[in-house]
């Protein structure tokens, strides 16, 4: 990355089905079950707002924004990334009944959106969500707003492996960082910091899906392995089975 100082950099935060969480699907298997279901941010995205915070603890960065697109409760993680050091915070509401149909598409027109009005010179978002595994909204923000790309970050500094000119979109691996836990005096002056609400009619993104949901199933249970006693043994067993010859 070029480098350049005092960086306004926007950081992605998406609220997710917590990782630890068994995940369940639906009986009628229009989706996964949410209600009742603990919640925090995405994984990767805690990353991204790790290192926007360490950027500014280097004064690479000037201000740190985090956005997040989706239903109220999305304050919440908002909030978490605000008392990590995040400097204010923007939320993008989708009503509850159109949250499932969110696609990321829709997500990358409204953070381009957003970038038109905040002007960020980097955008750092995690890589993918562990909800769909898209791995997709970097790589459609930098294409909708023509900025270049930096994909599954491992380490960002002002020259590293791969140059690439501000304003950027930047995606973060898991080897870019370990995310600090927030403190209670940090989670109470959080609630003071300003969090600006906005819809996607605001920002003029129409929201109709591009995509349609068939049906959600479970994996298929795995059977069970058998042990071996020797290298002979097993080929052996995958010779009964036809998988060599």
């Known amino acids: 990355m070029a480098a350049s100082k005092g960086l306004k950099i926007l950081v992605g935060c998406k ?12 009986p009628d298997r229009s989706g996964v079950v949410t209600e ?16 926007a915070v360490r950027m500014k603890e280097k004064k690479l960065a000037g201000e740190a924004v985090a956005i997040s697109v989706g239903p109220p409760q999305s304050q919440e993680t908002l909030r978490t990334a605000l008392a990590m ?3 204010r915070a923007i939320h993008v509401e989708i009503p509850l009944a159109q949250l499932e149909k969110l696609q990321p598409i829709h997500v990358s027109k409204l953070l381009a959106k957003v970038c038109e009005s905040e ?13 769909d595994d898209c791995n997709q909204t970097g790589q459609m923000l930098a294409a909708l707003l ?12 002002p020259s590293q492996t791969i140059d690439v ?15 600090r836990y927030a403190t209670l005096p940090n989670i109470m002056k959080a ?26 199933e ?28």
């Open 36 to 51: 009742g279901v603990k919640h925090s941010m995405n994984p990767f995205d805690e990353i991204a707002v790790e290192e």
């Open 119 to 131: 002007k960020p010179d980097l955008v750092i978002l995690g890589k993918q969500a562990i909800d």
């Open 85 to 87: 050091g995040i400097d």
């Open 191 to 216: 609630k003071k910091k300003p969090l600006a609400k906005m819809s996607p009619d605001q920002l003029g993104v129409d929201l109709q899906p591009r995509q349609e949901v068939i049906s959600v």
């Open 15 to 26: 609220r997710v089905i917590d990782y630890a969480v068994k995940v369940r699907v639906k």
């Open 146 to 157: 023509d900025w270049p790309q930096a994909t599954f970050a491992s380490k960002i500094e």
């Open 165 to 179: 000119s501000v304003p950027a979109v930047v995606t973060s691996d898991l080897r870019l960082n370990e995310p």
């Open 218 to 245: 479970d994996p298929p249970v795995r059977k069970a392995g058998a042990k071996v006693e020797s290298v002979e043994d097993l080929v052996g067993k995958l010779r009964e089975k036809g998988l060599v010859k």
